[in-house]
């Protein structure tokens, strides 16, 4: 899995490289008028402090690590001169690899932990985005920008596995999402830009609540893509 990660970011680089051979040719950039965009590439979740508490009144916490995972956006635009307004949507998915416990509290009583235990979990995400963007308008065919987003984002969390004990949870929150970022969008022909582009995406704290087990884990996730732009 890991080869495949510096396939795409060694094809991002060297994409980078080929288009930087053709900076002096003029630009050919939309001011006005609908467009639609998409865009995919490496999901990087934070290990993510994580939250368990028992209806019985037990109650753990630890932090959650992550494998590598991937992200998929889509959105319909409007430009406004050098400024940028769509709506979008999104799709993540990081799934957790180890769980270590670092206290649990039982009875009023707190033991500090140092527990690791491997899981079978997905966890992914669905957001709903109000994004501003602005471009740096040039005299080349290279336009950085800049982006950030308001909206929400339904996060689910399904645990199959802890160690070797199958588990049934099967959860899903709504919260309050944001993202920021920024890239460069290269003119292929008219009408037509490819983008390279990061993204902060991040969220409220979703609480995961089975009426026995409720989880809240945080959110924190980092995105490396390669999009594309359709004026029209």
């Known amino acids: 899995?890991?080869?495949?990660?510096?396939?795409?970011?060694?094809?991002?680089?060297?994409?980078?490289?080929?288009?930087?051979?053709?900076?002096?040719?003029?630009?050919?950039?939309?001011?006005?008028?609908?467009?639609?965009?998409g865009a995919g590439g490496l999901a990087i979740q934070n290990n993510a402090k994580v939250e368990v508490v028992i209806t019985t009144g037990e109650k753990g916490d630890g932090d959650l690590s992550y494998d590598n995972?991937?992200?998929?956006?889509?959105?319909?635009?409007?430009?406004?001169?050098?400024?940028?307004l769509e709506g979008e949507i999104s799709y993540r998915r990081n799934d957790p690899d180890f769980l270590t416990l670092r206290t649990d509290t039982i009875a009023g009583s707190t033991f500090l932990e140092n527990v690791a235990a491997k899981l079978d979990v997905e966890q992914s995400s669905l957001g709903f985005m109000i994004n501003g963007l602005y471009d740096f308008k040039n005299n080349s065919k290279f336009t950085p920008f800049v982006l950030g987003g308001i909206g929400v984002s339904l996060q689910t969390l399904d645990i199959s596995r802890v160690v070797t004990i199958a588990t049934f949870y099967d959860e899903s929150d709504t919260v309050v999402a944001f993202q920021a970022g920024g890239g460069i969008s290269y003119a292929v022909a008219k009408n037509n830009h490819i983008t390279l582009q990061y993204r902060y995406f991040g969220s409220e704290d979703p609480e995961f609540d089975d009426g026995v087990d409720k989880i809240t884990i945080d959110n924190n996730n980092h995105n490396l893509m390669i999009g594309f732009t359709r004026s029209f």
Do not use: C, E, P, V
């Open 1 to 37: 899995m890991l080869h495949n990660y510096r396939n795409l970011l060694a094809l991002i680089f060297g994409s980078t490289l080929l288009l930087s051979s053709s900076i002096g040719m003029a630009k050919d950039q939309n001011t006005d008028g609908w467009y639609f965009s």
């Open 69 to 84: 995972g991937y992200a998929f956006t889509g959105a319909i635009g409007k430009y406004l001169g050098d400024f940028r």
